[in-house]
């Protein structure tokens, strides 16, 4: 399944009301490690169609960011029925991406 772009007016329904798991990229243009890990997270994407993957783009959505506290990008959430059930900040392998998910 493709990346979904997750913005403040979606968020509800794609996020919290989404009955799969969902991964929640909060990244930016200008993050060099952002840049690192996104093949690695458009892979999970591909890979995995039992999840749903979404990007945040801190700059374009500042609400979103705020209202999960999130100070250092990338940060990476993982959501499962509407709620945050782990998370992690910085650059990861894939293997830490999946284990976040459960897999």
């Known amino acids: 399944m493709a990346e979904l772009t997750i913005t403040n007016a979606n968020f509800e329904e794609e996020v919290l009301k989404s009955d799969k798991p969902v991964l929640v990229d909060f990244w930016a243009e200008w993050c060099g490690p952002c840049r ?9 994407a ?5 999840i749903k993957v979404g990007k945040v783009n801190v700059d374009d959505e500042p609400e979103l960011a705020a209202k999960f ?3 250092s990008i990338p940060s990476l959430l993982v959501f499962k029925d509407g709620q945050l059930v782990n998370q ?12 976040l998910l459960g897999k």
Do not use: S, Y
């Open 36 to 44: 690192m890990v996104a093949p690695v997270v458009a892979e999970i």
């Open 46 to 50: 591909e890979e995995n169609p039992d």
């Open 69 to 71: 506290g999130i100070m």
């Open 88 to 99: 992690t900040v910085g650059l990861q392998p894939k293997e830490n991406l999946l284990r």
